[in-house]
């Protein structure tokens, strides 16, 4: 097995509509893979952190006067989905293709560019997307006889409770177990498998997941900032001439806000609710920590995967069987300065955290 760290990656989006009409100022800054974020009130007051990669998607490009294109703020090139894929999302396809398993987790405040980054907006596809495209391309373009079969699973945790956002039952059943297997660790029990051939398809089966998600939440009353989603890809390569199987998993992870969650609804709901949502991205947290303790030499008793039905389905990426990366995403201005901060510790202690990837092979059956 090899030992590596959980990759981490920093990127910073544009002002949004709010913070312009606020007048806010930009308090990150980065230069290679440094940032550091200014305390507004105490402008003195720097922290710095370095990361595996860092996006600075904060200035645009607009046409100045004389028509031509020029950065919109000096110091910093707007880092475009194509870049942040070329780093991030080829390295997840080329281990999935390995054999390795590959699990990629956004981090950040709700509207600080989780689901832009992970899915993408229209024309301005994200990772997910183009990792499907991508994945397809391949297969299409092998030159070995080897088989591949692809299968595409998309489900949330709300609650604490997993909804298979593939379904085509009834959504009113409360939710999906999750269940462990001495080999296949946590896995959720008859969620869902879609084999697909195309990335056209696999986006279809997104918009359906999508459209599930926000109606889901409607009719709960519920806000899908506040739930996680995941994407679990399953490659399948059979080498018939060699008699070997390949199976690697992808997860790909859009995880709730991490902003403390403020009060809204009836107080039964908030309660329900905070204390359930907490409970996976507290716990995942916990983990990190944990992990990031041990690494530093620290004695740990107990990581507490089985505190949350959120680090139970992240067991292997956490720590384990798999090549993982963390995206964390951050608003550039003074005024998310806490939110920022917190984002930004959390993503240098996963940092720290080793993993034992190897390849999944096995004689075919
Ligand atoms: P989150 O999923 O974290 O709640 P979103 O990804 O929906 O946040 O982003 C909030 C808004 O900011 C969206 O309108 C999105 O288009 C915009 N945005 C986020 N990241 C970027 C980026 N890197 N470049 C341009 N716009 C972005
Ligand atoms: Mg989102």
Request: proline fraction near 3%; glycine fraction near 6%; charge should be positive.
């Amino acid at each position: 097995a090899s030992k590596d760290c959980v990759k981490v990656a920093v990127r910073v989006r544009p002002f949004n509509k709010r913070e312009r009409d606020a007048g806010s100022r930009c308090i990150i800054s980065m230069t290679s893979n440094n940032i550091s974020i200014q305390d507004p009130r105490n402008p003195q007051n720097s922290r710095a952190f370095t990361f595996d990669y860092t996006y600075w998607s904060h200035s645009g490009f607009s046409r100045n006067k004389d028509g031509l294109f020029v950065p919109e703020e000096t110091g910093g090139r707007y880092a475009d989905q194509a870049s942040v894929f070329l780093d991030l999302g080829q390295g997840i396809l080329d281990n999935a293709l390995q054999g390795y398993n590959a699990t990629l987790l956004a981090y950040g405040q709700t509207g600080s560019g989780k689901s832009y980054s992970m899915v993408g907006y229209g024309p301005n596809k994200g990772l997910i997307p183009t990792l499907c495209e991508r994945l397809f391309q391949s297969i299409r373009s092998m030159q070995d006889s080897r088989q591949c079969q692809v299968f595409f699973s998309m489900l949330e945790i709300y609650n604490e409770q997993v909804v298979d956002l593939l379904s085509k039952t009834s959504r009113s059943v409360s939710g999906l177990r999750v269940r462990e297997d001495q080999q296949r660790g946590f896995y959720v029990e008859g969620l869902r498998r879609v084999p697909c051939d195309s990335a056209v398809q696999v986006e279809q089966l997104m918009d359906q997941g999508t459209r599930t998600r926000t109606t889901a939440a409607t009719h709960m009353n519920a806000n899908s900032s506040r739930s996680h989603m995941l994407i679990i890809i399953q490659l399948k390569q059979i080498f018939s001439k060699e008699c070997i199987t390949k199976q690697s998993n992808i997860y790909l992870v859009d995880l709730a806000g991490s902003e403390r969650q403020r009060s809204s609804g009836s107080e039964a709901d908030r309660l329900k609710e905070g204390t359930a949502i907490n409970l996976s991205l507290t716990t995942l947290g916990n983990v990190i920590s944990a992990l990031a303790d041990m690494t530093l030499g620290k004695k740990v008793v107990h990581i507490p995967y089985r505190d949350s039905v959120l680090t139970k389905l992240l067991q292997s990426a956490l720590g384990g069987n798999s090549r993982t990366v963390m995206i964390a995403t951050l608003s550039p201005a003074d005024i998310c300065y806490e939110e920022s901060l917190s984002t930004l510790r959390y993503a240098e202690r996963a940092k720290r955290i080793q993993n034992k990837a190897v390849v999944n092979e096995s004689p075919t059956e």
